[in-house]
């Protein structure tokens, strides 16, 4: 009866645009004028640890631009944009987890990621799919193979069956999900998120046993004020973070669960936990503790708080021109899929702590 429930409330979402309307109070204009501030001037946007632009958080900001409502060509710095920037950069981009953010952000753009900047990111991607069903190079990690099978879907191309196969093999006892898909390094709620939503955009059904003890281990570790923390237990603290509360948010919408209704305590809800972690700037902070304005937490709490799960718009990109050419030398020398993961993570110090440019 369950899983027949849950499969009528995914069908009535498909029917409905396939995503949720905005869910919360919380003020998305000003968050994306925060986002504004943010920007730089070659149009891209840091990290959050790192204030130089760089791909994979500049598809990011796109993304949480377009979930709120937001026109990524309003972003202009004396004529530079995000899709200009990414445009730009896109026939450098190599690694599958940057591949993948740019697919995502440029179909959520309206743009065709195959004739995007000159060259075709999809069939970049769909190189690095391994005999395995490993989707990524060297430098790549698990996290990067989810985005990947994300980035594949809303391309509406197809997904291999050992793709899907190789997050399921990944799955911890508990329901959780690692960032590297190792059974010795610790589940956590980030990496757990978007292999739900890799799974359920890949076909997985969502009251499958996989997605049913994945939603267990949410509610296990579902903080009193109805946020999550990145890990629990966890050697650097349990408290609630918006980031980590806003893709745990975007994992139940994937599951066809209306997150206002996964309530604790007194009624709390994942929602009323991660609005009152925005500032009177707009912009939303890592987590009660740490008040400041955080560009990272912003970014992903937008999609969430706008009801949209990955991936939130895909496109027929059609088929390949020529196959495509990867380069021979180079390539990231940081996993970029981990700056997702560190954005929820109980960090210890301040340092990494962003705090908004003046």
């Known amino acids: ?7 009528l409330i995914v069908v009535l979402a498909v029917l409905l645009g396939g995503t949720l309307s905005a869910l919360a109070a919380a003020d998305l204009d000003a968050a994306l004028a925060y986002l504004k501030t943010q920007q730089n001037d070659d149009g891209g946007f840091g990290s959050g640890f790192s204030p130089d632009s760089a791909v994979g958080s500049t598809s990011d900001a796109v993304l949480a631009i377009v979930a709120a409502g937001g026109d990524p060509a309003a972003f202009d710095r004396d004529g530079n944009t995000p ?3 990414l445009a730009a950069n896109a026939a450098s981009t190599s690694s599958a987890g940057d591949l993948a953010k740019l697919i995502l952000a440029v179909i959520a753009a309206g743009e065709n990621p195959r004739e995007f900047g000159g060259t075709d990111s ?3 991607l769909e190189s690095l799919i391994g005999d395995d069903g490993k989707i990524g190079g060297e430098m790549d990690t698990f996290f990067n193979h989810l985005l990947a099978v994300l980035a594949l879907s809303s391309a509406r191309r197809p997904i291999p069956a050992a793709s899907v196969e190789y997050i399921k093999a990944a799955q911890q006892e508990n329901g959780s999900w690692a960032w590297d898909g190792t059974a010795e390094t610790a589940g956590d709620t980030n990496t757990t998120a978007f292999a739900l939503q890799a799974l359920i955009a890949a076909g997985e059904d969502p009251g499958s046993a996989a997605v049913t003890k994945a939603l267990d281990y949410y509610k296990s570790i579902q903080n009193d004020d109805g946020g999550w923390p990145y890990q629990n237990p966890s050697d650097f603290g349990t ?11 975007q994992a139940l919408l994937a599951a066809g669960i209306d997150p206002t209704t996964w309530t ?3 009624g709390k809800t994942p929602i009323a936990a991660l609005e009152a972690l925005q500032n009177e700037s707009g912009a ?3 987590k009660a503790s740490v008040p400041d304005d955080n560009l990272l937490a912003t970014v992903q709490a937008l999609p969430a708080l706008a009801g949209k799960a990955f991936p939130f718009a895909t496109m027929d990109v059609g088929e390949p021109a020529a196959p495509a050419t990867m380069p021979q030398t180079g390539g990231p020398v ?3 899929g981990i700056w997702l993961l560190l954005g929820g993570m109980a960090l210890a110090g301040g340092g990494l702590i962003v705090r908004r440019r003046k």
């Not at 009866?1 to 499969?7: D, S």
């Not at 408290?239 to 948010?249: F, K, L």
């Open 264 to 266: 604790v305590a007194e």
């Open 334 to 336: 940081a996993d970029p």
């Open 1 to 7: 009866m369950r899983k027949q429930i849950v499969t």
């Open 122 to 124: 999809v069939a970049k």
């Open 284 to 286: 939303f902070a890592w």
């Open 83 to 85: 899709l200009t920037y």
């Open 239 to 249: 408290e609630t973070d918006a980031n980590s509360t806003a893709v745990t948010v």
